[in-house]
């Protein structure tokens, strides 16, 4: 069996294959191991749903799994159902209702915020998120282990754990913090670095009032229409932020930002419509289309797909707006199940092309602003307000 240098470099030379790794992050990774931060059993989201890895009955397969590129899941259902509620080992189903709430990210995704983020020795930092400790780890190592990272998890007994795995890996003097990291932690600011490791649909505004002029912001913006997105602010003296877009982020909901529960049924009334646009070109757009969208229209969006059928629904969360646009194979006709009064459908239609009469700009053309009365998507420059 391989050894964990030889797991590491794997792991390294997969990342430099698939995207760009600077070498303090790189030198990070190296005396970080993953594997410090992994539990004996967890779970990996696969094509057929989660799968189980226990370092006790399978260790060359849970070894595998902690130096490959996937995400582990490490909680189910904000703790309250254990791992040996759904099966050790093979495939896993998980009972209606249960979903994973808390994972050790995917060493890509970690790298692109990381890189992002640009820490430097004797940065001050704060964490949103500390999930299993690994990237707090990875943090103190960037600026220097004295106390410098502070790190925010709200979940008591995911800091618990954390805190173990930090002081087992020599990491005990990152400082941790139970709570909810909507409020940052203004007691240990200002920072330099504020780093994120959950999605964000709404910038807090005191993370950038925590942040010094000219320190730098990374989190995963996740709007609820379409695709992630990694984010980088800078903020500036007068208590604004400002940055682009640039790759694509994939990290589970702040808790205090989840998507309230939509109504998305067909026992509700609803109006029967077709549509000329094909679902497929909304969905399976660029990202660039995605922001444009979740700009304009504040939608959400979330896609089903059989063997014959696609369907994407658009909703307004916690209301009864939503519509229902189902392409099928073999019909001409799209159907459009229309729920509320508000056309959510055309909205979004209108958004997307929009979006098209733009030049169907790309993420990378698209930024936002952070402001102390609120948030604003733009596209190229900050005077170009989108949405």
């Known amino acids: 069996m391989p050894g964990v240098p030889e797991r590491i470099d794997g792991l390294l030379a997969l990342l430099k294959g698939v995207g760009r790794l600077e070498e303090p992050v790189e030198q990070a990774l190296r005396a970080v191991p993953r594997h410090d931060f992994i539990p004996a ?15 006790d ?38 009972p209606a209702g249960v979903d994973y709430t808390s994972s050790a990210s995917a060493p890509s995704t970690v790298v692109g915020l990381l890189n992002l983020l ?16 690994w990237t707090a780890a990875l943090l103190s190592r ?67 009032e925590q942040t010094r002029p000219g320190g730098v912001i990374v989190l995963p913006y996740v709007p609820g229409f379409g695709t992630g997105h990694e984010l980088r602010l800078i903020v500036t003296p007068d208590g604004f932020a400002h940055g682009r877009f640039s ?33 497929r070109a909304i969905g399976h757009a660029p990202a660039g289309a995605d922001l444009a969208v979740a700009a304009r229209t504040g939608l959400y969006s979330r896609t089903l797909i ?27 006709d799209i159907e459009v199940r229309q729920y509320g009064d508000r056309p959510v459908w055309d909205e979004v239609v209108d958004a997307y092309f929009q979006w098209v009469g733009w030049g169907q700009p790309g993420r990378g053309r698209f930024g936002m602003t952070v402001a102390p009365d609120g948030q604003r998507v733009w596209l190229d420059e900050p005077s170009r307000t989108i949405g």
């Open 41 to 55: 059993l967890a779970l990996v989201p696969d094509e057929e749903g989660l799968r189980a890895v226990n370092r």
């Open 57 to 94: 009955a399978d260790p060359d397969g849970w070894w595998e799994t902690v130096y490959a590129d996937v995400s582990i899941v490490t909680q189910l259902d904000d703790g309250a159902t254990a791992f040996s509620a759904v099966g050790s080992g093979g495939v896993v189903r998980l």
């Open 118 to 133: 640009d820490a430097e020795p004797g940065h001050r930092v704060l964490e949103v998120g500390t999930g299993t400790g």
């Open 142 to 208: 960037l600026v220097g282990d004295g106390g410098l990272v502070v790190s925010v998890e709200i979940d008591p007994a995911v800091a618990e754990q954390a805190a173990k795995n930090l002081t087992a890996a020599g990491h005990d003097r990152v400082r941790l913090v139970v709570g909810d990291g909507t409020g940052g932690h203004p007691e240990d600011g200002p920072y330099d670095r504020v780093h994120v490791t959950c999605g964000v649909r709404t910038v807090p505004q005191e993370w950038v």
């Open 247 to 279: 790759g694509f982020a994939s990290y589970m909901m702040m808790r205090s930002q989840r998507t309230p529960a939509g109504v998305l049924s067909y026992t509700r009334d609803h109006q029967a419509t077709t549509t000329e646009v094909d679902p």
């Open 306 to 332: 059989w063997d014959d059928a696609y369907r994407l629904w658009v909703y307004e969360p916690g209301t009864c707006h939503a519509a229902a646009v189902t392409w099928t194979e073999g019909r001409r």
